[in-house]
């Protein structure tokens, strides 16, 4: 991965907000939040409940619109981008893995994928996506037939088809133990390092954070400090 000192963004956020209307008063997500992360980074992003990580990459990801403040994607305002921009844009360029795996139960590890590959512009074949993942022997089993991390490895295999820009990964390993954990670890991690996506992993586990090439720590809805890792370790010496 390039430095930030010659890398380009990837995102810039500017002031960014997300204030939560509720009958107790406002929530604040997001407090005048201002970040950059770069092509290629693998970015851990810490913190407990209620900080702003998932609000955040919900953001990023174009799932969710601040209330104030901007994001710039590769120099576009990401922000100022209507419903139909947003759909285009989350379709070719975001790649999303999720706590819970939300595999359709009547279709293969391979037809769970190819659901991706078929509106994605220069997708991978599902055999190729599979194959990064370490399932080329489990293509055909049902999600039934899968072990949680299996099923795990799928959900990200199914991310990454498409060949996104960006792989968003909002605690991939939090209904993990730690074992399987990891082996969903190195998955996120082969794929950041053989296709250079820009890869962000939200986790309270800071056992987590030697993986990355920089830790962002939030708390009330601001980063906290950014740590960058002079020697990164790989994910397969992780412990918990």
């Known amino acids: 991965m390039n430095t930030p000192e010659t890398a380009q963004p990837t995102f810039e956020a500017r002031r960014l907000s997300k204030v939560y209307p509720t009958a107790a008063g406002d929530v604040i997500a997001l407090d005048e939040l201002d970040l950059e992360i770069y092509r290629g980074e693998m970015i851990i992003l810490l913190g407990p409940s209620g900080s702003g990580k998932s609000t955040l990459v919900n953001i990023l990801g174009g799932l969710d619109r601040p ?3 901007e994001v710039l994607f590769k120099g576009a305002r990401l922000t100022a981008f ?13 790649g999303f893995v999720f706590q819970f795996y939300n595999l359709i139960p009547s279709l293969s590890a391979r037809e769970n994928v190819a659901l991706v590959t078929e509106i994605a512009p220069e997708p991978l074949s599902p055999e190729d996506a599979l194959h990064l993942v370490g399932l080329e022997d489990r293509m055909d089993h049902f999600p ?3 072990s949680g991390g299996e099923q795990q490895r799928v959900a990200v295999a ?5 060949q996104p820009a960006v792989l968003l990964c909002d605690e991939p390993t939090g209904a993990l133990d730690a074992k399987t954990g990891i082996r969903v670890l190195e998955a996120i991690e082969l794929i950041n390092r053989e296709l250079g996506t820009t890869s962000i992993v939200i986790t309270h586990n800071a056992s987590i954070a030697g993986m990355a090439d920089r830790v962002i720590s939030m708390a009330s809805g601001r980063v906290k400090s950014i740590e960058a890792n ?11």
């Open 67 to 69: 209330t104030s403040g």
């Open 230 to 240: 002079a020697h990164k370790v790989a994910a397969s010496t992780l412990s918990w």
């Open 144 to 146: 039934a037939q899968l």
């Open 158 to 162: 199914r991310a990454v088809a498409k």
């Open 82 to 94: 209507d419903d139909a921009a947003l759909t285009r844009y989350r379709r070719v360029n975001i």
